[in-house]
């Protein structure tokens, strides 16, 4: 008998890049599952599989967890020096971070997880104008 996740509760899949692939992991019923893929929509793809799999539970809906990595993959258009600056970070240390040179301490995390946060705040407030056509 299928189970489907709890009171809408989202399942956390916490991904990482490594070895040229994402890698991501969940933990259902106690039980870790884990497994690796080229793109993001194929890695929920097979984390949700395997899950109804070992489980017999359906994901409705992953919430996502990135290492920085896997961040800056996933949202390239993102400037890793800009975003550096607005969390008070030296712009090398970050690219550090970012190729898995480094390693951040939780508090660092929660840094730049705040600077993305205000970027996205102040995204929302972004008006463009729409010209209007000019005749001859």
């Given at each position: ?11 956390q ?5 490594a ?44 919430e ?16 890793i ?14 690219r ?23 970027i996205g705040k ?8 729409k ?6």
């Amino acid at each position: 008998m299928k189970q489907e996740t709890s009171n809408n509760k989202k399942t956390q899949l916490i991904v990482e890049k490594a070895d040229g692939e994402l890698w991501g992991r969940v933990k259902v019923k106690g039980n870790l599952i884990v497994d690796s893929a080229k793109t993001l929509e194929a890695l929920k793809k097979k984390i949700a599989n395997l899950v109804y799999e070992f489980e017999e539970v359906q994901v409705g809906e992953f919430e996502i967890s990135y290492d920085l990595t896997s961040f800056f993959e996933e949202y390239s258009f993102l400037n890793i020096s800009d975003l550096a600056k607005r969390a008070g970070i030296n712009p090398t240390l970050m690219r550090q971070y970012v190729s898995g040179n480094k390693y951040p301490s939780e508090e660092r995390v929660q840094e730049i997880e705040n600077a993305v946060k205000a970027i996205g705040k102040e995204l929302t407030r972004v008006k463009l104008h729409k010209p209007q056509r000019q005749l001859a």
